[in-house]
């Protein structure tokens, strides 16, 4: 069996606002083995981009709390010293592209000096021995190596965008996460990159968390499924059981909203919005809009075990009061 890499047990996030206290990520479990990729899926503001904060412990100043365990092999990564998770753990083992990163290249420095940047600081390399790692990195993902004297500009979308990610891999990290790496792009590239990301998963067995709310891409890549819903992880599975038989009502409903070529009924619309997570409902988040409401939902369903490595909070697979 592949060995587990990360393992997250009750994460949690909350944000001070002047309306109150947000609980962006709220009680997320799950665990991911070395060379898999999970996709947390959500409709926007479920939390994806703070659960992939949390897990990075890059916060913002408002935050309220931040508490959990993050496993990282043998280590709790969130016990850690700050200083030491930024020294040992960031860049080194756990690398992030941030959503619009490609946007936020630096105008005014060459593209390969920013990507070979992570091993001059993290790892005390050579600018010259970096730079030779960078061109190694670009030709892998697919960037002919002249681009690495060029300025952002000087690149089209798709070619930031997989300069980000060579920054990202230029470490050789245990696990990238991927903030929408592709929302900006058209669906040619979204394409290309996917099979990028799909090829180094599987040359190098390098493990990915891909945030998206966009569900026909991501099928792509998904070895399991995250699906994330008011703060919550409502389903947690291996992908190909999410895509044909997901469990929980708003996978149900989410599957059966995405438009497919030979479809002859329209896509379902899911009614409703989701809950404020200013001021959420006591029981379950989703009640308010599913359609298998009963009376046990006015309490907050427990993730149940369906299955190895598959759970689901919802109170329609039974589980302790
Ligand atoms: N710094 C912050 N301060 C206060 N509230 C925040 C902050 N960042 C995010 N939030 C709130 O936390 C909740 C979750 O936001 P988050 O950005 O994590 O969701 P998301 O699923 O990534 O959304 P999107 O797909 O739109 O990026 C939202 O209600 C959002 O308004």
């Known amino acids: ?47 994806k981009s703070s659960l992939a904060k949390a897990l990075l412990r890059i916060l913002p100043r408002n935050v309220h709390s931040h508490t959990g365990r993050v496993w990282l092999g043998d280590t709790d990564v969130m016990a850690l010293p700050v200083e ?16 619009a990163a490609m946007n936020a290249l630096n105008p005014v420095v060459r593209v390969g000096e920013q990507v070979a940047e992570p091993l001059v600081v993290h790892r005390g390399w050579s600018r010259k021995k970096a730079m030779g790692k960078a061109a190694e990195v670009f030709q892998r993902v697919g960037v002919a190596t002249d681009f690495l004297t060029r300025y952002p500009f000087e690149l ?13 891999l230029i470490t050789e990290p245990d696990l990238v996460i991927l903030d929408e790496p592709t929302s900006a792009l058209d ?10 990301l799909k090829r180094i998963k599987r040359e190098q067995d390098t493990s990915f968390i891909l945030i998206t709310h966009d569900v026909a891409t991501s099928s792509e890549l998904a070895d399991r499924v995250a699906l994330m819903y008011a703060g919550q992880v409502v389903e947690y599975a291996d992908a190909r059981r999410f895509f044909t038989e997901p469990a929980h009502p708003y996978s149900q409903m989410l599957m059966a909203s995405v438009p497919r070529l030979h479809q002859t009924e329209a896509p379902v619309h899911i009614p409703g919005q989701p809950p404020d997570l200013l001021a959420p409902p006591a029981g379950c988040r989703y009640a308010d809009r599913c359609p298998h409401r009963f009376g046990r939902c006015a309490e907050d369903p427990p993730p149940q075990r369906l299955g190895e490595r598959h759970h689901v909070r919802c109170w329609l697979y039974g589980g302790r009061r």
Do not use: H, K, P
């Open 187 to 196: 669906v040619l590239t979204q394409a290309s990159i996917m099979n990028v």
């Open 1 to 47: 069996m592949t060995e587990t890499l990360l393992r997250v047990e009750d994460l949690r996030l909350a944000y001070r606002t002047e309306r109150g206290v947000v609980q962006a990520v709220d009680g997320v479990s799950f665990d991911l083995r070395r060379g898999e990729a999970v996709v947390v899926l959500g409709e926007s503001g479920c939390g």
């Open 84 to 99: 030491r998770f930024r020294r040992e753990v960031q860049w080194l083992r756990i690398a992030m592209v941030m959503q």
């Open 156 to 168: 089209s979308g798709g070619m930031r965008q997989r300069a980000v990610l060579a920054m990202a």
